[in-house]
T-cell receptor, first 115, second 115 residues
Framework: DTGVSQNPRHKITKRGQNVTFRCDPISEHNRLYWYRQTLGQGPEFLTYFQNEAQLEKSRLLSDRFSAERPKGSFSTLEIQRTEQGDSAMYLC?????????????FGPGTRLTVL | GNSVTQMEGPVTLSEEAFLTINCTYTATGYPSLFWYVQYPGEGLQLLLKATKADDKGSNKGFEATYRKETTSFHLEKGSVQVSDSAVYFCALIRADGGATNKLIFGTGTLLAVQP
């Protein structure tokens, strides 16, 4: 069990550029979540996958955001035409379907800075 | 709706002092409750959890009891160490049978332990 990994750890980009982040969940986990955390706040839910199906998207996820999990393993989160307000930590978490409690394990996050 | 309210920080304590971080929640039914910890520059780590009323979660000397009557899940530790300095997040997963087990977080409480 190597834990949840995310790449890159840091990304600095100019406003208007596109960025893509990757998340590799714990290998046997079929649920994958993306959250966004801004400075001084708790994480906020963005979207959720069960296997390859994207089952829920938050209203926070504007049309510029898209997430995929093509083979039910790793996931990518793309932000098009970045804005300064997109600057945040993007966290990925995974969990395993089944059991009473859906315990989510988080990766180290990708910190995005939009200049 | 579902929400979590935490005491504001920072909480500054001397080593070996007693710690309490208050957390109350609003939710329908019986949500699952969690405490996560975030060390500087890192992602979130699960500290402890409780899934039903009167359950006590515990880990690394930290404890929290699920109190349905007061809708609370306060975090306690009898003797803090400098290494406990971090941001602590209280969170819940709703219990209304929704398809997504998204975590709803409080704003976090910064704990600073001085030697």
């Amino acid at each position: 069990d190597t834990g949840v990994s995310q790449n890159p750890r840091h990304k600095i980009t100019k406003r208007g550029q596109n960025v893509t982040f990757r998340c590799d969940p714990i290998s046997e986990h079929n649920r994958l979540y993306w959250y966004r955390q801004t400075l001084g706040q708790g994480p906020e839910f963005l979207t959720y996958f069960q296997n390859e199906a994207q089952l829920e998207k938050s209203r926070l996820l504007s049309d510029r955001f898209s997430a995929e999990r093509p083979k039910g393993s790793f996931s990518t989160l793309e932000i098009q035409r970045t804005e300064q307000g997109d600057s945040a930590m993007y966290l990925c978490a995974s969990s395993s379907l089944g059991g009473h409690t859906d315990t989510q394990y988080f990766g180290p996050g990708t910190r995005l800075t939009v200049l | 709706g579902n929400s979590v309210t935490q005491m504001e920080g920072p909480v500054t304590l001397s080593e070996e002092a007693f710690l309490t971080i208050n957390c109350t929640y609003t939710a329908t039914g019986y949500p699952s409750l969690f405490w996560y910890v975030q060390y500087p520059g890192e992602g979130l780590q699960l500290l402890l959890k409780a899934t039903k009323a009167d359950d006590k979660g515990s880990n690394k000397g930290f404890e929290a009891t699920y109190r349905k009557e007061t809708t609370s899940f306060h975090l306690e530790k009898g003797s803090v160490q400098v290494s406990d300095s971090a941001v602590y997040f209280c969170a819940l997963i709703r219990a209304d049978g929704g398809a997504t087990n998204k975590l709803i977080f409080g704003t976090g409480t910064l704990l600073a332990v001085q030697p």
